[in-house]
Structure formats: structure tokens, C-alpha cells
């Protein structure tokens, strides 16, 4: 598929995919056409087992997704709309957070709505200072429709989460990390430089394993603790049946940088 309203490439040699959302005229909103891109975009990464980490941002300093695009509301049935959120929303943003490797979102302006979602979609979560966050939907006289009214209860808490979506409220990036909404905030000048500099000491870990971990981690965020425990001592007992922990053991008793090869 030729990417229009995205932009996607791949660093070779660190094993880093960036995903950009390219559509600063209107902010990076999500229209149906960058929301099918995106999903080209996601199912051809899910194979790609060269890389070990994607970061995820939008074009410009203004605005990581500013949400969806309203013009794609106007004219459709409920009908369409529930198409359109289990496919291109909920199931879309559900294989994001599913990726094999781990996503990082570089946040930097309007994150709102959609966009939102999208950030909660992912792993990690690094703002600019000037970043700004809300699920705006409540203003429109709708309601979240991607994971909005689940992932966000799950990261700030039920009663943080209800205020914003209740109210449609406008937090700025400190109170996001505060609350737990991002990870770390830094100056808008530094941004870049530090999501870089995240991705590659992640990169440099055992693909292998970054992978397990994910699929570990995730399952057990949405089981019961014994049942979460119990596959997580599956998950690393395969991990000594691999190369890249022999490597890990030897390079760390031999007090060098271990090279994980991914098996």
C-alpha cells in the first residue's frame, strides 16, 4: 500500500521502526484512510522480526494525534460507526498494544481523543512539555469508542479517568505524569534525543525475550495474579533453552557487552 498520510521507516542497523503520523494540516487527526494505512503499516510489523522496538509520533511540534477526524462522523449509521470502532478503533489500537516488540509513543503537542487511545495503546509513553491530553469525546455529545473508557481507568485510576472523561478536561503533560498517564515528560527540544536514546538501549536487549516479556506483562495486566504467575514462570524457564541467554551469562561473567542475536 502506498502511505499517504503516514510515513514509516526502518533504521537496519539498531532495529528501530518510526511510525509518523503525517497530517499536520489538521493536527494528525485520524480519517479512515490514515487509520487503514496505520493498520498496513501494524500487520507488516507484526512479521518483521528484524525489529526489536517502533516509536510512534506525529509531524511537527503542534500535535501527536489531536484525535479523530469529526468529518468522518458526519453522514454515518450507528451501524457504520460500530464497523468502524471495532476494526479501525478497538481492534486496531488492540493489535498495537499486541505487537511483538515494544512501542514507544514520542508525545509532543495536542494529544486528544483518538490520540489518546493511540498513547495508551502503547508501551511507553515519553511527552514534551508542551504536550496536552484529554478524551474529548463528552464535547461532541459521544463518548471514547477505542479503548478510551478501558485503558485510561487502568493507568490513572477510576476515579482520575471518570473527571476526564466526564468533563472533557485538558490536563497538560505534568499532571499526566502525575497521574500515570505518561512515563516521563521532558523539554520540547529534548524530545527526540531522549525517545532515541530509549529505543536503543532497549534495542540492544534480547529481541527474544523483549518479546516474551511483552506477551508476559500484557496477558498478565488482564488475568488473575496466580494465573498471570503462572505464565510468567513458563515464559522464563524458555528462556534458558535459548542462545541469547548463554550469551547474556557469559558476557556478564566475562564482564563484556553481551550480543544478542535473537535466539
Known amino acids: 500500500m502506498e502511505l499517504e498520510n503516514i510515513s514509516y521507516s526502518i533504521d537496519d542497523h539498531k532495529g528501530i521502526g518510526r511510525i509518523i503520523i503525517n497530517r499536520p494540516e489538521v493536527k494528525n487527526a485520524l480519517n479512515r484512510d490514515t487509520r487503514r494505512e496505520l493498520r498496513a ?18 509531524a511537527g ?9 469529526v468529518r468522518d462522523f458526519q453522514g454515518v449509521t450507528p451501524a457504520d460507526i460500530e464497523e468502524i470502532a471495532s476494526t479501525m478503533g478497538q481492534q486496531l489500537f488492540n493489535d498495537i498494544e499486541s505487537l511483538p516488540m515494544p512501542v514507544l509513543a514520542m508525545i509532543n503537542g495536542y494529544c486528544f481523543g483518538a490520540g489518546c487511545e493511540l498513547a495508551m495503546a502503547c508501551d511507553v509513553r515519553i511527552a514534551a512539555k508542551n504536550a496536552k491530553f484529554g478524551q ?11 479503548g478510551g473508557t478501558q485503558r485510561l481507568p ?15 478536561k485538558i490536563i497538560g503533560a505534568v499532571e499526566a505524569e502525575r497521574i500515570g498517564l505518561v512515563d516521563s515528560v521532558v523539554p520540547v527540544e529534548k524530545l527526540e534525543a531522549e525517545v532515541n536514546q530509549l529505543a536503543e538501549a532497549i534495542a540492544s536487549k534480547s529481541p527474544l525475550v523483549l518479546r516474551l516479556l511483552k506477551k508476559t506483562i500484557n496477558r498478565g ?9 503462572s505464565y510468567e514462570k513458563g515464559n522464563f ?25 535473537g535466539k
Not at 511540534?61 to 477526524?69: C, I, K, L, P, R
Not at 487502568?154 to 472533557?168: P, S
Not at 528462556?239 to 557469559?250: I, L, S
Open 154 to 168: 487502568r493507568l490513572v485510576g477510576w476515579g482520575k479517568a471518570k473527571e476526564m472523561l466526564y468533563t472533557g
Open 61 to 69: 511540534n503542534d500535535a501527536f494525534v489531536s484525535g479523530a477526524d
Open 221 to 229: 495486566m488482564y488475568t488473575d495474579l496466580a494465573a498471570g504467575l
Open 41 to 58: 503499516v501494524i500487520d507488516a510489523l507484526r512479521h518483521d522480526y528484524s525489529i526489536r522496538v517502533v516509536v510512534v509520533t506525529g
Open 237 to 261: 524457564a524458555l528462556c534458558f533453552a535459548t542462545e541469547d541467554k548463554a550469551e547474556g551469562v557469559e558476557a556478564f561473567l566475562g564482564k563484556r557487552k553481551p550480543q544478542f542475536k
Open 136 to 146: 474529548l469525546e463528552i464535547n461532541l455529545g459521544i463518548m471514547p469508542g477505542a
